[in-house]
């Protein structure tokens, strides 16, 4: 999917699957209830970043969490790619999602930092597998530029047991999109929780919750 000239139905059944197997295996929700909630500003307005977002679900998912928990919060989700930007910009249009409370923009995390702008909150979901040698750290260090409070990558974790599930799990799915074959490909280029720790740039932690995810967290800070 991430080819310019891939099948463009197939892409854009990707986004729109892409909620069905956030929900299912990237943990949000904990992710929200543990680290985000208790984080975010209750006597201001509160900003999140969402660092390539693709389609925007999780984004869209973030700020519905937060609105409904009484929060005055501001989304972003930025992605490079303009097809994936497209797709959420309708999305959030479809869902009837107001301007105000959510935005979402073609670009990179230096071209923010570059602007000068700040989050309070800062995440990513399945991205560090993406980043080559050189993006990895630029990434991390862009998002210490960005956060105010809290930063937090989470991804899947490399194990075998989870390309066996992950397999299975999307076989219906094989040939209408490209979940499950980028999916198997994701698995096998992501992280252990050790190769994620030598991996990440000094005052970052690394966290394994359940049997297959990693988060890379950050706090100003904190060390
Ligand atoms: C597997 S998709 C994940 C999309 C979304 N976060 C989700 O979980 O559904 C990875 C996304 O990372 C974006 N990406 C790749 N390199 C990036 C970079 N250096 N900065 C920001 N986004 C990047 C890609 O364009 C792609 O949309």
């Known amino acids: 999917m991430d080819r310019v000239d891939c099948n463009p139905v197939l892409l854009e ?40 977002c693709g389609g925007g679900d999780i984004t869209r998912m973030l700020l519905r969490w937060a609105r ?14 303009a097809r994936a930007n497209i797709f959420a910009v309708r999305a959030a249009a479809n869902a009837g999602i107001p301007a105000e409370h959510l935005e979402f923009r073609r670009a990179l995390s230096s071209e923010l930092v570059a602007s000068g702008e700040r989050f309070d909150i800062v995440i990513s979901n399945h991205v560090l597998h993406h980043l080559g040698p050189v993006e ?12 105010g409070i809290l930063a937090i990558h989470s991804d899947i974790r490399r194990r075998r047991s989870a390309l066996l599930l992950f397999g299975l799990a999307t076989l219906p799915l094989a040939g209408s999109s490209f979940i499950r074959r980028d999916g198997l490909t994701s698995i096998r280029r992501s992280y ?9 740039r000094p ?21």
């Open 13 to 52: 059944r990707t986004y729109a699957q892409f909620p069905l197997v956030n929900r299912i295996v990237s943990g949000w929700r904990h992710v929200y209830v543990t680290l985000i909630r208790p984080a975010l500003p209750r006597n201001r307005s509160g900003t999140i970043l969402d660092i390539g």
């Open 68 to 81: 409904a928990d009484g929060f005055d919060v501001k989304v972003l989700g930025i992605d490079p790619d």
């Open 136 to 147: 990895f750290p630029e990434v991390l260090s862009d998002t210490e530029s960005l956060t």
């Open 192 to 200: 252990t929780p050790d190769e994620l720790r030598r991996k990440v």
């Open 203 to 223: 005052g970052w932690h690394v966290l394994a919750p359940g049997l297959y995810r990693v988060i890379a967290l950050w706090r100003p800070g904190a060390g």
